[in-house]
């Protein structure tokens, strides 16, 4: 007898057309004489299915089957991995929110691996270590559950337009590099430290996903082939050569380095186009001081990311605390000590090998020293000449310039984080004095322009960063909104396309892309925008838009899903709610209509167009006299057609049609609409008075823009596709026809 699963599976591949009936039927035969065999490797083995078609259908098999996982309650789908699926989860016994992770391709490797994740963060309890809460297996599925993370990803937050201030990225290091060698005192390596893996919850650091970790003194068995495992940008030499046995706590160092050295400059120590090219860098090159990246970055920020990332395991903190301590000092600003650099030690292995040399060169600096200082007086004179020339050192290279221009512009930060905008303005107009080309200070000067709707000089500012970087990827957006903001469009869209060119993770230019598309009602283009928006990170503006977009398609089940991740992901505004309402109205889903009307009147307690859509549903539902205490609601505040056409509509339902004319008559004295005279319509047809009623039926259709009566008849062919209303008016009125024949 064939297995449920061999069952599902074969129907699923037969209803995406993934096979026809005939391979089904031969495989399901030789099952028969190979039972240990599934049906999805019969259909594999016989060149009817391939491996990633076979992975499709079991992880919508998983998706099937996962809307009750043992005594939790699958809300939605959060994350996707190469073993795993995570889901939002509601345990239905304590009512808590957990993260669920399902093992998607079970085998006896990846069940020994899924289950010793499962181990490993049951032995970790910190606060900055995200906490197992159960572990369990449910029709041949391996899962457990962990607290549900509300934040976003340290990788979410550096694609984001609020970058993290250095005083706040060292903040969260030190409270990571706790954490980290919390787990290495109860034996565990996390193997693949990233920003991807460390969430941001109310400031705080969760260290999460220790699927690659690994337990000392534990087995090797799944990772003794010497495979590359982890995230090649943020791996230590060691485990870039494959060399397990030599990873150990010190490899998670140089990984919480290359993640510091990331959160400041904003990119990977190393980067490449394939996974050799970044192989080869990590294992030959030094990293580029942060500083040089990124000017505001202190020296010891620069030392204690070279220490850390320092190639020999020898060389690098020897803990994860140890990293934290010189964090710490870094915050209370004492000195850190700089490690040796791989190309130091290069140098003074050389100069001990080569001192005759080293003596040569000593005797003809000698030379060119007595040469040099012979014309110090005249060499200074011409120097000093110069530089009374030009303003403010603007052009003058040197140490000391660099040092207050930077100066400078760490103060006009702090200003502007502290809410002092016309002070920050200030110190920014003293960089710009003493570097006119430093790009920086001409953004922050344009973004507090525009926070204070100074159109003009924020349009200047960002001219000026363009004329400088044409490719600066926030004063295009900057100036594409600006465009948008005066209603060119057209024009909005040529900066904002360079924004997203320049940076193709620039959620926010994507946003108001397809906001724009969508504004034009280029619905296929706006889905397109916002979903690039949405590959940076689920930001609920994007999935509110999203909503949008697809209720314009009509496609209503796309529309509720991402209206329901807008809620998800913190949408506060009850449109959501409103827009959401109004999908379930459409696919006649009126109770779930009603929940979220009430949650729209819970906030808008005077909201007429919800009232009124209230007592609709309701009598779609057969509750007439609920729905006529809810619109009798509407109307005491305000009377509008609407309204009355929904009472008018209850009224006939009722049976009541002399009240229901009463209604109609109000309802058309506000403004002739199709609703009130089809109403009215069917309450003289109901009354026998079928002269009148074809009157209001003629009259509903030609306020409707359909047709007259002849050419309803007559000029659309019979095969011709209606809409139920259209279809329903049709054979209404045939029936009146007929009743007056």
């Known amino acids: 007898m064939m297995k449920e699963t061999d069952t599902k599976f074969g129907q699923l591949a037969l209803s995406n057309n993934m096979i026809n009936s005939q391979m089904l039927t031969y495989c399901m035969n030789l099952q028969k004489s190979a039972p240990h065999k599934s049906l999805s490797t019969l259909l594999v083995e016989n060149g009817f299915l391939n491996s990633q078609q076979v992975t499709q259908i079991q992880n919508r098999l998983?998706?099937?089957?996962?809307?009750?996982?043992?005594?939790?309650?699958?809300?939605?789908?959060?994350?996707?991995?190469?073993?795993?699926?995570?889901?939002?989860?509601?345990?239905?016994?304590?009512?808590?929110?957990?993260?669920?992770?399902?093992?998607?391709?079970?085998?006896?490797?990846?069940?020994?691996?899924?289950?010793?994740?499962?181990?490993?963060?049951?032995?970790l309890q910190h606060p900055n270590i995200v906490r197992l809460y159960d572990v369990g297996q449910e029709r041949n599925m391996y899962y457990f559950t962990m607290d549900f993370v509300t934040g976003h990803s340290l990788d979410e937050v550096m694609k984001g337009e609020a970058s993290l201030s250095i005083r706040k990225v060292v903040q969260l290091m030190i409270k990571v590099c706790d954490a980290i060698h919390y787990a290495h005192e109860q034996s565990v390596i996390h193997r693949d430290l990233k920003p991807a893996n460390i969430m941001l919850e109310d400031d705080e650091p969760k260290v999460m996903d220790f699927g690659l970790a690994k337990v000392q003194d534990a087995s090797q068995k799944l990772s003794m082939s010497g495979a590359i495992i982890g995230t090649i940008y943020y791996m230590s030499p060691e485990q870039v050569q494959g060399r397990i046995a030599s990873i150990d706590a010190r490899s998670d160092v140089y990984s919480l380095g290359a993640v510091l050295y990331t959160l400041l400059t904003g990119r990977p120590p190393f980067t490449g186009n394939s996974i050799p090219q970044v192989s080869q860098q990590i294992l030959e090159k030094e990293i580029v001081p942060p500083s040089n990246i990124k000017h505001m970055v202190a020296k010891s920020l620069d030392a204690i990311c070279q220490k850390s990332m320092a190639k020999a395991k020898n060389d690098r903190y020897q803990?994860?605390?140890?990293?934290?301590?010189?964090?710490?000092?870094?915050?209370?600003?004492?000195?850190?000590?700089?490690?040796?650099?791989?190309?130091?030690?290069?140098?003074?292995?050389?100069?001990?090998?080569?001192?005759i040399i080293l003596l040569v060169f000593a005797l003809i600096l000698g030379m060119v020293s007595f040469i040099?200082?012979?014309?110090?007086?005249?060499?200074?004179?011409?120097?000093?000449?110069?530089?009374?020339?030009?303003?403010?050192a603007k052009n003058i290279p040197g140490k000391s310039q660099k040092e207050q221009l930077f100066a400078v512009f760490a103060k006009a930060i702090e200003y502007r984080n502290a809410g002092e905008p016309d002070l920050a303005l200030k110190e920014f107009d003293k960089v710009v004095a003493i570097d006119p080309s430093y790009t920086r200070a001409y953004l922050e000067r344009s973004l507090i322009y525009y926070q204070?709707?100074?159109?003009?000089?924020?349009?200047?500012?960002?001219?000026?960063?363009?004329?400088?970087?044409?490719?600066?990827?926030?004063?295009?957006?900057?100036?594409?909104t600006g465009y948008k903001n005066n209603r060119k469009y057209d024009q909005a869209l040529v900066y904002l396309e360079k924004a997203v060119k320049s940076k193709p993770m620039f959620y926010s230019a994507w946003l108001s892309i397809g906001r724009i598309h969508l504004g034009k009602k280029k619905y296929s283009e706006a889905a397109k925008s916002f979903n690039n928006a949405l590959k940076v990170k689920h930001g609920p503006?994007?999935?509110?838009?999203?909503?949008?977009?697809?209720?314009?398609?009509?496609?209503?089940?796309?529309?509720?899903?991402?209206?329901?991740?807008?809620?998800?992901?913190?949408?506060?505004?009850?449109?959501?709610?409103?827009?959401?309402?109004?999908?379930?109205?459409?696919?006649?889903?009126?109770?779930?209509?009603?929940?979220?009307?009430?949650?729209?009147l819970e906030k808008e307690p005077q909201d007429v167009t919800m009232h009124n859509t209230k007592a609709y549903s309701y009598a779609k539902l057969g509750q007439f006299e609920v729905a006529k205490k809810h619109v009798n609601n509407a109307l005491k505040i305000r009377v509008t057609r609407a309204a009355l056409d929904t009472k008018g509509e209850i009224f006939n339902h009722q049976g009541m049609y002399d009240d229901a004319l009463g209604v109609a008559r109000q309802s058309i004295e506000l403004e002739e609409f199709g609703d009130a005279y089809y109403n009215r319509a069917i309450s003289y047809y109901m009354l026998e008075k079928y002269d009148l009623?074809?009157?209001?039926?003629?009259?509903?259709?030609?306020?409707?823009?359909?047709?007259?009566?002849?050419?309803?008849?007559?000029?659309?062919?019979s095969n011709s596709s209606l809409s139920p209303q259209q279809q329903a008016m049709k054979e209404f009125f045939r029936r009146i026809r007929d009743k007056r024949r």
């Open 693 to 717: 009623a074809r009157t209001s039926y003629v009259k509903a259709l030609s306020l409707e823009k359909l047709a007259t009566e002849e050419e309803y008849f007559e000029d659309i062919p």
């Open 62 to 123: 998983v998706e099937r089957n996962t809307q009750k996982v043992g005594r939790y309650e699958i809300i939605e789908e959060v994350g996707r991995g190469g073993m795993g699926v995570i889901y939002k989860a509601r345990d239905t016994i304590t009512d808590i929110v957990v993260a669920m992770k399902i093992l998607l391709h079970s085998n006896e490797e990846n069940n020994k691996r899924f289950l010793r994740e499962a181990k490993t963060i049951a032995r």
């Open 372 to 392: 040099f200082w012979s014309s110090y007086d005249a060499l200074q004179r011409k120097y000093q000449a110069l530089s009374n020339n030009r303003n403010f």
């Open 319 to 355: 803990s994860a605390a140890e990293m934290g301590k010189d964090l710490q000092k870094f915050l209370r600003g004492e000195k850190v000590e700089r490690g040796k650099s791989q190309q130091y030690k290069k140098v003074t292995s050389w100069l001990k090998g080569n001192t």
């Open 541 to 600: 503006q994007a999935h509110f838009s999203m909503g949008v977009t697809q209720y314009r398609l009509q496609d209503y089940d796309e529309a509720i899903r991402h209206y329901s991740l807008a809620v998800a992901f913190g949408y506060k505004d009850v449109s959501v709610y409103r827009n959401r309402s109004a999908c379930y109205s459409e696919k006649k889903q009126y109770a779930k209509t009603i929940e979220d009307i009430n949650r729209v």
């Open 452 to 480: 204070k709707r100074n159109w003009d000089l924020a349009s200047r500012n960002t001219n000026k960063v363009l004329e400088l970087d044409p490719f600066e990827s926030m004063a295009l957006y900057n100036k594409g």
